[in-house]
């Protein structure tokens, strides 16, 4: 079974080109994202928000035992250290996330790796889709939340909010006949609806927030050395 954060992967890249629908300042926190709500989803984290003036958002490890893929147990390894914002944690795990899953999609069959030379000088990695059943599969279950009202089961749900977090979700799914403002607002209604029980809902806006504030911070650093 493939990782929330494989799912997300494949929605981003282009089947035929391998390209990212994502920039590097958005891929990263957004994957990384998902592996901290997947953590809370299994069990593995708790996301504890302090009392008092600051209200700082802490995230502690619960059961390490809940999960063994080696992804997941790589961050808890992290937060082992020491107990960790979201926002550090997305930043952290963000930097190494993108080639790592992409590399082991590429293992189990699902992507292909290109790489070339830009120019003649400059390296590039392209990952066009192998086999795409999952991917499709995918795909089907995104339109049937979003564009015929289905309802959206943990999974899809938190796949959606996490995109939703970065406004992909009309990048990468079919809209159909709605229009791109109208796909936003329903994947908007989708992340708020009450698919998640309270725990989960609140890794996913742990994990929502700490996404806007790596990908802001992203933004701030590029403009300033513009």
């Known amino acids: 079974m493939t990782l929330i954060a494989e799912d997300v992967l494949l929605l981003l890249l282009d089947d035929e080109s391998g390209a990212f629908a994502a920039g590097s300042d958005q891929r990263g926190p957004v ?9 809370a989803l299994a069990g593995a984290v708790e996301i504890e928000t302090e009392t008092g003036f600051w209200k700082r958002t ?12 080696p992804v997941l147990l790589a961050a808890l390894d992290e937060i082992d250290q020491k107990p960790r914002s979201p926002q550090d944690l997305v930043g952290r795990l963000g930097k190494r996330l993108p080639d790592e899953l992409c590399d082991r999609l590429v293992e189990r069959g699902l992507l292909r790796r290109e790489e070339s030379k830009v120019l003649g000088l400059f390296p590039r990695k392209r990952w066009p889709a192998a086999d795409s059943r999952h991917e499709e599969e995918l795909r089907a279950d995104l339109r049937r939340v979003l564009l015929d009202g289905g309802d ?13 977090a970065v406004d992909l979700v009309a990048k990468v799914v079919d809209r159909g006949p709605l229009s791109a403002r109208d796909l936003k607002k329903r994947a908007k209604e989708v992340a708020d609806a009450s ?15 700490a996404i806007l504030a790596a990908v802001a911070a992203a933004g701030a650093v590029a403009s300033s050395g513009s």
Do not use: K, N, P
């Open 195 to 209: 698919w998640a029980s309270d725990a989960v809902r609140q890794a996913v806006q742990a994990s929502q927030a």
């Open 58 to 69: 802490r995230v502690t490890v619960e059961d390490r035992g809940a999960v063994s893929d």
């Open 31 to 39: 994957l990384a994202g998902a592996v901290l709500a997947e953590l």
């Open 152 to 164: 959206a089961e943990e999974r899809t749900g938190t796949v959606i909010a996490l995109l939703s």
